[in-house]
């Protein structure tokens, strides 16, 4: 069935009573089965779920993976399978709408887990109690789902924004339903498969899984005296590094660096191959790029002109130079600058972001307002936002140290930076959230240098208000193509919200803040493992708030001098080749700050798919089906299956020690 939709002309020229009425009219599905408590508990599950990998890739590459159209395609397959069964009545498309709401909120939610927050815990050299983090995230949260609701009727009722990846969503669930069935429990197999096969990889290569099934299940220490499990090596290489070890073989170096010290290693990490395909070739190849010309060419030089050297820890002990050193000491500077200066060109360089974003909208009374029952009242926002926004300054200041005032004059901020994200998502899908939180980090930073949280959890507060308001009304456009009501994806969102955090906290504090010898430490936060790119740029622009340009090393300065131009002339040329140079000046600035060894397999993983998208032009076809039509569910089964079992593996360590 054809969604129904507005004339370009009907857009320009009805007033949004008459669009408000057309809708409750023709698209309106009042009766149908929407959030029901299935429906949300499905959402609550796989939300669950699938922020807890969220969280896992985060934290590798500073990414944040959606997991809306996922959640779609695995609660349409698991209510099919259940109907078929004769166990239950099939979910309704609105039913999984409200689902995919739930599952999209607690899958954003715990962004600054992996940024913000953990970039305040190291500068600071503080933990923060699990129950803080609990309370301070779910209160942004509410802040985001607050301000979404009026906007909706700006963004999506009155301007008909085209919000391309919710749009999207909107299509996929009309397909499933009212469409090929067929092709839905396809890429729902599709997912299934590639996620076990990623799993059974993923515990082939992890210590704890082996031991549990060699000393646990096979008994292998018992009767074969076996005293150490046997895995397979994620780091390919290390086959070969094993062997030269014992015959003196040739090991590669980069001017006199061993290219291990560098993180230069082969490693095949199925969820990175996932998060490669979903990013696309153009990115993948800056993000290499970056990582190229960082730890190929400018680290090892800085390594010889003793820019970058060894560092005594607080016990005596020597570092040696390894890549969390090189980033920390000397790359982190001029891939911070490529990063904050192309998202700002990007942002400023797109006058349609900003054409017409405070407009005034017309004026509807309430009395004449045909969704007054449907949609959520506008009271609630106007007493919750100034309540919650007052509540989100208190908690940052009692819970984090920052003076109540400056919290406080950060609040405008939200609602300036909540409306130029949510105009860029209603465009482009994107929204510049490392641009936008600079300018709140800057801007506090100017005011106090002296505390460094002072400007990075303002502007923790506003950037995560702004991408969640953003993500959220992406999230509330396919409910309004498909007629769904507002009140329900608004009540979703906030048990998405719930979800998120309940499960995401105590993962960070697993993953990221393990007991060692009864002690939690920051020092474990980042690690080769989890290299943490998007906490290091939040702490890099801190470090150089606090710090100045002074206690850097001049060859820093200059580099970030010369990644700023750089940066720069990159986004001009991509804007003036609409995209064609295929550079990003923001992932080439990720590329630096992530392991290489990452970088390099979510290249092959993009490589694979723009490959094999080539190769499978025509569509109808088996291979087209395959790697064209469901790139989106291997990607995600990947990630799933690969994030989960690692996940797993780190509480078996827990349980086994």
Not at 108 to 126: K, Q
Not at 128 to 148: D, T
Not at 620 to 629: A, F, Q
Request: proline share 4%.
């Amino acid at each position: 069935m054809a969604l129904l939709h507005l004339t370009d002309e009907q857009v320009q020229t009805w007033s949004r009573e008459q669009k408000d009425r057309w809708w409750l009219e023709n698209v309106y599905n009042g009766d149908m089965a929407q959030l029901t408590l299935r429906s949300a508990l499905t959402g609550f599950l796989l939300g669950g779920i699938l922020s807890a990998t969220g969280l896992y890739i985060g934290a590798k590459t500073g990414i944040g993976v959606g997991v809306g159209l996922t959640s779609v395609i695995l609660a349409f397959a698991l209510f099919r399978a259940l109907s078929n069964s004769g166990l239950v009545k099939d979910f309704t498309i609105l039913e999984n709408n409200c689902t995919q709401s739930v599952a999209t909120a607690s899958g954003y939610v715990v962004g600054p887990l992996y940024s913000s927050l953990a970039a305040v815990m190291v500068v600071t050299g503080t933990i923060i109690p699990w129950w803080q983090l609990m309370i301070w995230l779910f209160v942004v949260s509410l802040i985001g789902v607050l301000l979404a609701f009026p906007m909706k009727r700006k963004f999506i009722n009155d301007d008909q924004a085209p919000f391309p990846e919710g749009r999207a969503c909107g299509v996929v669930l009309d397909s499933l339903y009212n469409g090929d069935a067929g092709q839905g429990m396809f890429k729902a197999r599709l997912l299934g498969w590639v996620a076990a096969g990623a799993a059974l990889y993923q515990a082939l290569i992890s210590d704890a899984w082996m031991k549990l099934v060699q000393f646990k299940i096979l008994m292998l220490d018992k009767w074969a005296g076996v005293t150490k499990p046997w895995h397979f090596q994620e780091r390919v290489d290390q086959y070969y590094y094993d062997w030269a070890a014992k015959a003196e073989g040739f090991i590669p170096s980069i001017m006199g660096t061993d290219i291990r010290q560098l993180g230069v290693r082969l490693t095949l990490d199925a969820a990175m191959l996932g998060v490669g395909g979903l990013m696309g070739i153009a990115v993948a190849t800056s993000c290499l790029v970056g990582a190229a010309i960082n730890f190929g060419l400018l680290a090892p030089l800085m390594i010889q002109m003793g820019d970058i050297v060894p560092r005594v820890a607080a016990d005596g002990t020597t570092i040696p130079i390894n890549r969390a050193e090189i980033v920390n000491q000397w790359s982190l500077w001029w891939g911070v600058s490529m990063m904050v200066v192309g998202a700002l060109v990007g942002l400023v360089a797109k006058p349609e972001i900003f054409k017409g974003l405070f407009k005034r909208g017309q004026k509807q009374s309430a009395e004449n307002d045909p969704l007054r029952d449907i949609e959520v009242p506008l009271w609630i926002s106007y007493v919750g936002v100034p309540l919650t926004g007052l509540a989100g300054a208190w908690v940052t200041h009692v819970f984090f140290g920052v003076p109540f005032w400056i919290a406080l004059i950060s609040l405008p901020l939200i609602f300036v930076l909540s409306m130029i994200g949510a105009n860029s998502m209603a465009l482009t899908s994107w929204v510049p959230t490392g641009a936008m939180s600079k300018i709140t980090q800057f801007t506090m930073g100017a005011i106090d240098r002296a505390n460094p949280v002072s400007n990075l959890m303002p502007a923790a507060m506003t950037a995560e208000i702004a991408q969640n308001t953003s993500h959220l009304l992406s999230d509330i456009k396919p409910g309004y193509m498909l007629g769904g009501k507002p009140r329900h994806q608004a009540i979703g969102h906030v048990i998405g919200n719930v979800a998120g955090i309940a499960v995401c906290v105590p993962l960070f504090f697993l993953l990221f803040l393990p007991e060692v010898n009864g002690v939690r430490s920051t020092a474990t936060i980042f690690t080769d493992n989890f290299a943490m790119p998007a906490a290091l740029q939040w702490k890099g622009v801190a470090d150089l708030i606090a710090n100045g340009f002074s206690k850097l090393p001049s060859s820093a300065v200059i580099s970030m001098v010369a990644a700023a131009i750089a940066a720069v002339v990159i986004e001009l040329v991509r804007m003036k080749t609409k995209g064609k140079s295929g550079l990003s000046a923001v992932a080439v600035g990720l590329g630096v700050v992530l392991p290489p060894e990452y970088t390099l397999t979510m290249w092959v993983g993009a490589l694979i798919f723009w490959l094999m998208g080539r190769k499978h032009k025509t569509p109808g076809t088996k291979g087209n089906r395959i790697w064209v039509e469901g790139l989106e569910p291997i990607c995600a089964g990947l990630i799933a299956g690969a994030a989960l079992m690692g996940i797993g593996n780190a509480i078996l360590k827990v349980v086994l020690a």
